[in-house]
């Protein structure tokens, strides 16, 4: 077996219709989460959720576009380079700009255990 994988984003498996690709699965990635967010300008389905059961802290790199994260209603302007860490209680949104967005979204509870959501791996799956 290879000490590494390389993957290309665009070949990732995704959910919601490309929305989400399922990095850290592809990946093999077991002590974190990771995913490549693509929305599309005018996306709305984004939603805005915490992580407070999971104590799961996120980080979003824009790595395309630009985004406004709405983190416990403070708006957040980020673009290309930007990376903004959210605390697990948080509630955020990530809102594409004009041209969409695409983000690296990293995260994992400090302390514990990464538990990849079954919500991840079977979907890629359907």
Known sequence: MSPFTLKQIDELDSINHGAVKL???ELGVQSFGLQVL?????????PEHDHAHDRQEEVYV???GAARLVVDGEQIQAGVGSLV???PAATRKLVPGPEGVRVLAIGCAP???YERPDV???AAKA
């Open 23 to 25: 990095a850290g699965d």
């Open 38 to 46: 693509d929305l599309p300008a005018g996306f709305a389905d984004y």
């Open 62 to 64: 824009v790595l395309a």
């Open 85 to 87: 860490r959210v605390d």
């Open 111 to 113: 302390g514990g255990d």
């Open 120 to 122: 991840f791996r079977v």
